[in-house]
């Protein structure tokens, strides 16, 4: 897992190292080098995991938010810490 995600990154910035290389020629600026750091910055998403919830009757655990209830006894799920 650790592999794929340094493999990924390391893509991420021949991929943006060249592409702002290939702007600089063309308009003659160093601003794209400058705007190359940010990039991850500006795709990256929220990484706050939903709270676990259980049901009180049998143990049932989600984190899924899609879920109110109990999928086998019905009971509404509590918000566990």
Same mark, same amino acid.
Request: hydrophobic share 40%; glycine share 6%; charged share 20%.
């Given at each position: ?42 795709? =990256? !998403?929220? =990484?706050?995991?939903?709270?676990? =919830?259980?049901?009180?009757?049998? !143990? ?5 938010? !899609? ?6 006894? !019905?009971?509404?799920?509590?918000? =566990?810490?």
């Amino acid at each position: 897992m650790v592999r794929a995600r340094t493999a990924t990154a390391v893509v991420g910035i021949v991929v943006s190292l060249l592409i702002s290389a290939v702007l600089w020629w063309q308009f003659n600026s160093l601003v794209f080098f400058l705007f190359v750091p940010f990039v991850p910055f500006l795709f =990256r !998403g929220s =990484r706050e995991e939903p709270s676990a =919830r259980q049901c009180p009757t049998c !143990g049932f655990r989600t984190r899924d938010r !899609g879920y109110e209830y109990c999928p086998s006894d !019905g009971t509404r799920l509590e918000s =566990r810490e």
